[in-house]
């Protein structure tokens, strides 16, 4: 919910508070790797809000793209192409991804490297194992030599955000991870650092104080970040991606997923029984639909900058625009929302990393 004094509205044409400042000299160096790397060119005409991404220079617009998808789904090279051109022409100007979604990162970097100045770009880095397999890697060098393959990767000299990719609490605190990433900042190599992850490591890693921004999971199905980590985020002036803002749809399914994140939000869902997201109306399309409440659910919550939905059909980033046109839900739909997850909602219902 909005702070107290801040009406729905007023909140969400951003009136965010920034209780942090940078130093003049970051901000000398942070202009000297926005001009390597260029500030976005003047935004095409959209529907997209615009908001201050935490304490940074960044103004996001409000829908991100997420490049998980275009990665599992191995999209090809002409899809990504379209998906991608499509939506920076319409209005999008962030775009985030990883360095294990598959092939996300050169994807991204074929389809859009050469439209560099004209969005921000956020990577995250933890889990590539140099000589394959799964596992991760949370050494300051193996997390350096990350970095830079994703650079290579995603054609730039830099990216404007590189994040923890859900470590442990464990590794968080021993502090190595964070001083890879602080060293890739003083390099040049990113703008900015964050963590991406949910629960007590999201906690611990607004609370340390050495991260600029924080992506978790916000969505009908996973609220426990609303309670837990915005209203300090927003208090740190922490820049606040969310994912999975849609609870991967599922909505969609007659009968329950096979495993993930899939399995788990439709068991919740099961339990929740929002009217929207059953029967004949999950079927509906517009903005009162099951997509467009969510988004419009999550996209009002206290400190959220952006949220990030992944896609690999062209047309859907501009159709989720869209349906973010129509504002923020009414406030008895999305308090009645809030009151239902309080309700019904298990000790172990954590938001899902």
């Known amino acids: 919910m909005p702070r107290s004094g801040t009406s729905r509205r007023d909140f969400l044409q951003r009136a965010a508070t920034t209780t942090a400042a940078l130093s003049l000299g970051s901000i000398g160096s942070l202009g000297r790797l926005r001009a390597q790397v260029g500030a976005p060119a003047a935004a095409p005409a959209s529907p997209l809000e615009r908001r201050r ?190 994912k999975r803002p849609i609870a991967n749809a599922v909505w969609r399914h007659d009968a329950a997923p096979s495993n993930g994140y899939h399995l788990e939000y439709w068991k919740r869902l099961q339990e929740l029984r929002y009217e929207f997201a059953s029967g004949e109306a999950r079927k509906r399309e517009d903005a009162d639909g099951p997509a467009g409440v969510a988004m419009r659910f999550t996209a009002m919550q206290q400190g959220v900058d952006v949220v990030i939905v992944g896609t690999t059909k062209p047309d859907r980033w501009k159709q989720n625009a869209e349906l973010l046109k129509a504002g923020p839900l009414p406030t008895a739909l999305a308090d009645s929302i809030r009151a239902r997850w309080k309700a019904v909602a298990k000790s172990d219902w954590s938001g899902q990393t």
């Open 53 to 242: 991404f935490g304490r940074t220079d960044m103004e996001v617009a409000l829908l991100g793209f997420g490049g998980a998808e275009i990665g599992f789904e191995r999209a090809d090279a002409t899809t990504v192409a379209k998906l991608l051109n499509g939506a920076l022409d319409a209005g999008l100007n962030v775009v985030d991804t990883a360095e294990c979604y598959v092939e996300s990162e050169a994807l991204i970097g074929a389809a859009i490297g050469h439209r560099r100045k004209e969005f921000f770009l956020f990577t995250k880095c933890g889990h590539f194992v140099e000589g394959g397999g799964g596992g991760a890697d949370w050494s300051k060098a193996a997390l350096l030599r990350s970095i830079e393959r994703s650079l290579e990767r995603l054609k730039t000299d830099a990216v404007d955000l590189v994040q923890l990719h859900s470590c442990s609490l464990e590794e968080l605190r021993k502090g190595d991870c964070i001083e890879a990433l602080e060293e890739a900042r003083k390099q040049g190599k990113t703008r900015f650092i964050g963590y991406s992850g949910d629960s007590a490591a999201a906690r611990h890693a607004i609370e340390c104080g050495r991260f600029d921004a924080l992506q978790t999971s916000i969505n009908l199905c996973d609220q426990e970040s609303i309670d837990l980590l915005l209203p300090l985020a927003a208090e740190k002036g922490i820049g606040v991606i969310a």
